[in-house]
């Protein structure tokens, strides 16, 4: 029967760096896999100083003149990188109560024409005047880079919590490198009477999200197999990890991707701050046709567990299609103005009647 979690755990990074300490860290991300879906995880290899000189930074940006955030707005970038304006999206048919920054690792496009449209996810990610904001770009470039480095350590760590080898999942990237995509987030004190959605129920679609909850507010909530909202609150010098459909597919569903949703600040409080860190898979690979191999013990965990039920969507779709068309047909209808500037017949397929006032994330 599955477990009905009432607390997020919180594992410590650097007994998976000691041969005598190891075994425990692995039993413990085991269980946080296949019964919670998130946890904490302290002791990283993120130095805390660059931190929260990078936290410094967030409030910065979104103090920005409007012309500027207008000239790094997302609308401009094919690949989906930059400034969204506050409201801009609904989930599960409310409208999200933020505004946000899109970047990435990659610095240039691949794309060819002929290829496939979605190849034109990767590319370089807009960036704001180093006039107007001195140490911003270096600051988030190099903290990207840092954790796309510590999600394939944590990757490696699932592989071996699950009884694989280490390099399991290597084939499910590019030997040149993948994309990995990030966002600084914004969550305003709600107006009087608006709603409290930060933003909605979802999953999320890649391996793992590492996310650096960036003010001390509470906000994020994870739904347990009951149905109840549990409280992630900031936890300082961590990051919240969580499983995203990806690798609960590939994992014949032994490791659980688990909704979440953010409340807005409480009346009276300051702005919520965060970024979270999404790592993505090779474009090219059906992950449903990629499942592994689980080892037989393993599975049984799964049985154990009993059937998952959450309140949001499935990514059916990674059964048939590229997860780089899967990503860009999310993206389309999270960003139709995006869409309609940069693929104008996917957006007419998904927006026959026009541009719609919000995009659509779940």
Do not use: C
Request: glycine share 8%.
């Amino acid at each position: 029967m599955a477990t009905n979690f009432a607390s997020i755990p919180i594992l410590d990074f650097s007994l998976s760096q000691r041969a005598e300490t190891k075994p425990q860290f692995l039993a413990d991300l085991r269980t946080a896999l296949t019964d919670v879906g998130f946890y904490y995880l302290k002791n990283h290899t993120i130095p805390l100083e660059d931190i929260d000189a990078l936290v410094a930074l967030i409030p910065d940006f979104f103090a920005l003149p409007a012309a500027e955030k207008e000239r790094v707005r997302m609308v401009h970038s094919p690949h989906f990188f930059g400034y969204s304006r506050f409201g801009a999206e609904l989930t599960k048919g409310r409208v999200d109560q933020r505004e946000q920054f899109d970047f990435g690792t990659s610095t240039a496009s691949k794309w060819q024409p002929g290829d496939p449209e979605y190849l034109k996810l990767w590319g370089p990610s807009q960036w704001p005047d180093a006039a107007l904001l001195p140490g911003f770009r270096a600051a988030f470039t190099s903290y990207v880079l840092r954790m796309q480095q510590l999600s394939h350590a944590l990757l490696a760590l699932v592989a071996e919590a699950l009884q694989l080898a280490p390099d399991a999942f290597k084939h499910f990237f590019e030997a040149d490198g993948n994309e990995d995509r990030a966002k600084i987030v914004k969550y305003p004190v709600p107006a009087p009477g608006s709603s409290d959605q930060g933003v909605g129920p979802h999953f999320d679609g890649g391996f793992l999200t590492l996310l650096l909850q960036a003010s001390p507010h509470r906000g994020l909530q994870v739904q347990n197999r009951a149905g109840e909202w549990i409280d992630a609150p900031p936890v300082p010098g961590t990051f919240v990890v969580n499983i995203g459909k990806a690798l609960e597919t590939v994992t014949q569903g032994v490791a659980i991707a688990t909704s979440h949703r953010v409340l807005s600040p409480e009346p009276g409080s300051t702005p919520r701050y965060s970024v979270p860190f999404f790592q993505m898979v090779s474009q090219s690979t059906v992950i449903g046709r990629e499942v592994l191999d689980m080892p037989e013990e393993i599975l049984k965990i799964k049985e154990a567990r009993g059937q998952v039920i959450a309140d949001s969507i499935n990514y059916a779709e990674y059964n048939e299609l590229p997860s780089g068309l899967v990503a860009l047909i999310g993206r389309i209808k999270s960003h139709p103005d995006v869409a309609e500037r940069h693929y104008p017949e996917l957006f007419n397929k998904f927006f026959p009647d026009g541009l719609p006032k919000h995009g659509m994330a779940y």
